[in-house]
């Protein structure tokens, strides 16, 4: 298993992704945290707005690196909806389709109106139901 929780910047996790997917033995994950941030406020760029609505929370723009992720089809992802977004990658395990959902811009708009297809969420239950299907 490899985790991701670094800078929260799309182009570095997007770098990071990569990067683990050199090392990931095809049984392995990817398990990235912050991948469904509730708010636009929350997916911004820069941690500095501290008297934002969102407050010390952040999640930065990791988001649109998993979603970039989500579109490839030689690996697998799901989004776990828990703690802000945990994202798992596998280049074994199915967890779902690639998303479908046109987002060539990366707007939380687009986001935010199909969250489910775009990030493939589940809940911690279906995650772990989906773990033990075809051991």
């Not at 074994?92 to 708009?109: L, M, R, W």
């Amino acid at each position: 298993m490899i985790f991701i929780d670094g800078l929260h910047l799309a182009n570095q996790i997007e770098i990071d992704i990569n990067n683990s997917l050199e090392f990931l033995k095809d049984d392995g994950y990817i398990v990235m945290h912050d991948c469904n941030p509730s708010t636009e406020w929350h997916a911004g760029e820069t941690y500095s707005y501290k008297l934002s609505p969102a407050k010390d929370k952040w999640n930065g723009t990791t988001w649109k690196a998993f979603v970039k992720a989500r579109q490839r089809s030689d690996i697998s992802s799901c989004c776990v909806d828990t703690d802000w977004g945990v994202g798992v990658i596998s280049k074994k395990k199915i967890f779902g389709e690639s998303t479908k959902v046109k987002n060539p811009y990366f707007e939380f708009s687009v986001l935010n109106e199909n969250r489910e297809d775009t990030l493939n969420l589940v809940t911690f239950e279906e995650f772990k139901r989906i773990l033990h299907e075809n051991k």
